[in-house]
């Protein structure tokens, strides 16, 4: 069993920062991809950002250049920066991660339960 717990959301005004975390526990061999995507009301889940296992990162083009992800392999987190907030930044955000549970097993996909992150006056 692996899970995924995410912390760090909240209530922030605008052009205020948070930084979410996530933490990746129970039997892992090695993390894959890890990423954030993000759910507001009424709207499909969307990407926000994606980090290879080497650190190479992409990012959806609304947060590029105020959003950051990085992660630490030895923890088996990853973390979001979140600077500049906006309004429409308001959704709940969710952990992704790939990953191997056995050496020479196909990777799995596994989910965080997501943190709530508004921004608003």
């Known amino acids: 069993q692996v899970q995924l717990v995410e912390s760090g959301g909240g209530l922030v005004q605008p052009g205020g920062s948070l930084r979410l975390s996530c933490a990746a526990t129970?039997?892992?061999?090695?993390?894959?991809?890890m990423g954030w995507y993000r759910q507001a009301p009424g709207k499909e889940r969307e990407l926000v950002a994606t980090i290879t296992s080497g650190g190479s990162a992409d990012y959806e083009a609304s947060v590029q250049g105020r959003f950051t992800i990085s992660r630490d392999n030895a923890k088996n987190q990853v973390y979001l920066q979140m600077n500049s907030l906006k309004p429409e930044d308001t959704a709940a955000y969710y952990c992704?991660?790939?990953?191997?549970?056995?050496?020479?097993?196909?990777?799995?996909?596994?989910w965080g339960e997501g943190t709530l992150v508004t921004v608003s006056s």
């Open positions: 129970g039997t892992i061999f090695s993390i894959n991809g």
């Open positions: 992704y991660a790939r990953v191997v549970r056995y050496k020479w097993r196909p990777a799995m996909d596994c």
